[in-house]
Structures are given as structure tokens and as C-alpha cells.
């Protein structure tokens, strides 16, 4: 059923049922046209109510918007255009975003997000253009936020609180062309290392990229994160902390008993082979002249004739 052409009776019962929208009015004080809502600037305090089904662009923007509906927004299936730039949205949750797949362009920026949960934008598989700038109690993307956003060109993430990123984040993001990072105080540890190797490899624009420093450590303060991959990769690599030195002397220890043990074991051999070879010759002998026991005795007594202080010779 298109619901451009007019809600039918079963959707009028489920909306009074639902008590949210009535399909074809346009919210107070916006301006309906065409698909389009505009509602900006007005003071909402909220969502607005009757926002028509069929819209393909809203403006929520300038607004004093704490949060947004999932349900409301959800019926809004053909939305490809949410400005809500300029609110007071504190959080994204999974299910924010669940109904309107075909989003385009989304922008969040000058919020208050605390909070964008893991699978926020896991069905925005079409979404070309995400601004979540300007959210300076934003302190953490998850690594699977960007899972499933594989449509995603131009990505604003200036000016928030995010002190680190994880590479993985970006791994789906293959056709990702602009990525904004500066404003953020980067925390440039070895944890980082991944992302910064990621920034030179991956060949993305970064227009504001002189602006995009690390803040931490001393050593780092105010270089640019996309210069930072190999002097990172330095300190990490070549480093060595107590950990290492422990491993080392261990594997140092190993080779030295494991030389030891086997400079032994070649001592032993070589002792037992001569042993051996003395006892085979002496039973050569023995069987030459016929007398076991007499040949034995006589070579024991020359040794100890032979040794002095009356100690027997043994070598
Ligand atoms: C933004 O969020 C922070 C942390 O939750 C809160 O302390 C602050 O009051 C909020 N600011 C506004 C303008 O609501
Ligand atoms: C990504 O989207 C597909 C369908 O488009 C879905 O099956 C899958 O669960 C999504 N992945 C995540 C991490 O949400
Ligand atoms: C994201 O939003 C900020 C603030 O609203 C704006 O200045 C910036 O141009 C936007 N970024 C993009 C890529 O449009
Ligand atoms: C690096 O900094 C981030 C952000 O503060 C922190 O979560 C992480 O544990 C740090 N990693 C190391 C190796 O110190
Ligand atoms: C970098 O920051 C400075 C000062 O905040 C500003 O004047 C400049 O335009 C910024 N450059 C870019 C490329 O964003």
C-alpha cells in the first residue's frame, strides 16, 4: 500500500491505536512541501507530532530536541534526508535508526550525545553522509558502530571527545572518502598504533588533517595523527618493557640449559662409546689367548702398578 496515496481505514485504526501520527497533516509551525518538512528553528522541545508518512527529507535542525523517538521515526520509511544538527540529543540507541533504511544523510552534529550504541547504524547500509561533529561528551565509538554503514563517503567526527579510534571501526568503510578528525584530544599511545598505520595506508581526504593532533604523550604533542604511524610504530615496536626483558632472559636461560644439557649428553656418549670400544678390544684379546679371567686380572694389576701413590689409573 503507498501511503502517499492516502491512509487507508486499517491504517487509521492502527494510528489512533497508536496514538502518534494521522499520515497528512503537517506539524505546527514547520513547513510541509513536496516530501520535505522543514521544522527549523521553532523551539521544539521535542519530536515533532504528524510529521507526514511520506516525507523524504525532515529538518529538525536549531531545536531544543533531547531525544528521538525510534517509533516515530520508523514510520518514516522512505526518509533519506534527517538534519537534526543543533539540538540537545543525548543519545543514539540500536534502535533509533531501525525504520528508516533508506537514510541517506544524517546529521547529529552540535548535539549532546553522551552515548552512540553499538548498532545504532546498522541498518543504514545506504547512508552516504554521517555528521556526528561537535559532541564534546562523545568519549567512544564502539568498533562495530560503522559494521554495516558500507555506503558511507564523507564522515564528520570533529570536535567531539574522542581521545582514540579503533581501525576495525573502519575496516567495512571501503568507499569512505572524507574523514574529518581534528578537534579531538588524540591520545597517541600504542593503543593507536592500528588507526594511525590505517590513516597512511588507506589514502582517504582528510581536509582538516594539520588539525588532527595527538595531545598525548609529551613526545607527540601537536603532531598531526596522520604523521604520527611511524614514530608511533617506533616507540611501540622498539620498546621494551619489563615483560620483554623477563621473556628475554627466559629465552636466554632456555638456550643455556638446552646448550648445557646437550654439551653433557655429547660428554656422555663420547664415554660410553670409548668404554665400549676398550671392552670390545679387551674381549678381542681375551678370546685370542683363552683366558678371561687371567688377562683381566693382570691388565687391572698393571694399572695399579702403573698408578702412582698406589691409586689405580683410571684414565
Ligand atoms: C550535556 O551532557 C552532559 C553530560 O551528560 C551534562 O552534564 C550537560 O548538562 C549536558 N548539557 C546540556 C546543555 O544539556
Ligand atoms: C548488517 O545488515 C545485514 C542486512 O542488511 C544484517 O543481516 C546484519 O545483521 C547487519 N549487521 C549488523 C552488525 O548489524
Ligand atoms: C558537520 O556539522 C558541522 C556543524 O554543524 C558543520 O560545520 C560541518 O560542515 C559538517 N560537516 C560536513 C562534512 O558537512
Ligand atoms: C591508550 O589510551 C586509550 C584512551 O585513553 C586507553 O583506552 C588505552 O587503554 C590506552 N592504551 C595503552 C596501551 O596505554
Ligand atoms: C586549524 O585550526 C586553526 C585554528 O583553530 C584554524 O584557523 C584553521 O582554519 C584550521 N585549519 C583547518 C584546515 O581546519
Redesign the pocket.
Known amino acids: 500500500m503507498s501511503l502517499a496515496s492516502g491512509p487507508g481505514p486499517g491504517w487509521l485504526l492502527f494510528s489512533f491505536g497508536m496514538g502518534l501520527v494521522s499520515g497528512s497533516k503537517c506539524p505546527n509551525n514547520c513547513q510541509c512541501q513536496a516530501q520535505e518538512v522543514i521544522c527549523t528553528g521553532i523551539q521544539l522541545a521535542e519530536y515533532p507530532p504528524d510529521v507526514p508518512l511520506s516525507t523524504r527529507r525532515l529538518y529538525l535542525n536549531d531545536n531544543r530536541i533531547t531525544f528521538l523517538p525510534a517509533m516515530n521515526l520508523g514510520l518514516l520509511s522512505d526518509l533519506v534526508y534527517l538534519d537534526c544538527r543543533n539540538n540537545l540529543i543525548r543519545e543514539v540507541m540500536d534502535y533509533t535508526f531501525i525504520g528508516v533504511f533508506k537514510l541517506i544523510y544524517l546529521d547529529l552534529s552540535s548535539n549532546n550525545l553522551t552515548l552512540i550504541s553499538p548498532y545504532s547504524f546498522s541498518m543504514l547500509s545506504n547512508l552516504v553522509q554521517l555528521n556526528i561533529s561537535n559532541n564534546p561528551h562523545l568519549f567512544s565509538l564502539n568498533k562495530y558502530t560503522f559494521a554495516n554503514t558500507s555506503s558511507l563517503r564523507y564522515l564528520d567526527l570533529r570536535n567531539t571527545g574522542l ?2 579510534l579503533d581501525n576495525a571501526a573502519f575496516q567495512n568503510l571501503l568507499t569512505l572518502q572524507i574523514l574529518y578528525l581534528s578537534g579531538n584530544p588524540w ?1 597517541c ?4 598504533l592500528d588507526f594511525t598505520i590505517y590513516l597512511i595506508v588507506s589514502h582517504l581526504n582528510h581536509p582538516d588533517d594539520q588539525n588532527a593532533t595527538c595531545v ?1 604523550p609529551a613526545e607527540l604533542v601537536g603532531w598531526p595523527i596522520t604523521q604520527v604511524g611511524n614514530p608511533l610504530r617506533y616507540m611501540c615496536i622498539t620498546h621494551l618493557d619489563r615483560q620483554d626483558y623477563i621473556f628475554l632472559l627466559l629465552i636466554g636461560f632456555c638456550i643455556f640449559s638446552t646448550g648445557t644439557v646437550a654439551a653433557w649428553l655429547t660428554g656422555m656418549c663420547a664415554v660410553l662409546y670409548q668404554n665400549a670400544r676398550r671392552k670390545a678390544s679387551e674381549d678381542d684379546a681375551e678370546e685370542e689367548h683363552g683366558q678371561r679371567v687371567d688377562s683381566s686380572r693382570r691388565i687391572f694389576q698393571n694399572r695399579v702398578d702403573s698408578g702412582q701413590d698406589g691409586f689405580p689409573q683410571l684414565i
Do not use: D, G, P, W
Open positions: 581521545q582514540t591520545k599511545n600504542c593503543s593507536f598525548e
